[in-house]
């Protein structure tokens, strides 16, 4: 069965933008793998996010950061969910590769003044008291404060303390990380929930706990440093 042959009827059905920027950009990239980044555990993982974001913070923000941001799924996900109001949406990965499968699979808000923006940088080196990027061979440039910023990643940020300790004091977070320590890239995993918590150190824990899978679990904090 050719997916690509069947997907205009589903796309019409569910009327999702979402859907139908994944198979733009797979049509776009095909040697791209996307087998990881749309897993079923990634996209649950997600959902649990966008879900209690909402509980926790509402439905109103300015502009969202998402770190390690990878294909640009969350936000993705985010913009897709009408439910949540928001400015501008921005991804960060530090694998230049990502930068423009993220952009298309965010197509519409791209085009559309850079309502979405992906950018490549290593998250090591901002100032987060206001975030500037640049792209495009240095010929354009954003320098905006973030209201929220997600890290869905940590297990992947080998020096977390420097990063975490690079954040402004009251600033909004949603970190997610796991204790998957199989994986050659999970370089800073957490044993536990209350693990992950010491590790944070937020100064203030609005929502924590824990979504199990078979082979790992995922911890999630939401909260402000």
Request: a neutral charge.
């Amino acid at each position: 069965m050719d997916y690509f042959k069947i997907s205009p009827g589903i796309e019409e059905y569910t009327k999702s933008q979402f859907l139908i920027n994944f198979r733009k950009t797979a049509q776009r990239f095909p040697k791209i793998d996307f087998s990881d980044s749309l897993s079923r555990n990634q996209i649950k993982s997600k959902s649990w996010l966008i879900n209690e974001m909402t509980n926790t913070f509402g439905r109103d923000f300015e502009n969202i950061f998402v770190l390690c941001g990878w294909h640009g799924v969350l936000p993705a996900m985010i913009a897709d969910n009408p439910n949540i109001n928001f400015k501008t949406l921005r991804s960060i990965d530090i694998d230049p590769s990502c930068e423009k499968i993220a952009d298309s699979m965010n197509n519409e808000l791209f085009k559309n003044k850079w309502r979405f923006k992906a950018f490549t940088a290593d998250i090591l080196n901002l100032s987060y008291q206001q975030i500037s990027l640049t792209t495009e061979g240095n010929k354009k440039k954003i320098n905006e404060k973030a209201d929220l910023i997600i890290n869905t990643s940590c297990e992947h940020i080998a020096d977390f303390n420097k990063w975490i300790s690079l954040l402004p004091k009251g600033q909004k977070v949603i970190l997610q990380s796991n204790n998957y320590d199989l994986h050659a890239q999970h370089t800073n995993c957490s044993d536990s929930l209350d693990d992950f918590i010491d590790q944070c150190n937020l100064t203030k824990v609005i929502y924590k706990s824990t979504l199990p899978f078979d082979d790992y679990d995922r911890y999630m904090l939401i909260g402000q440093v």
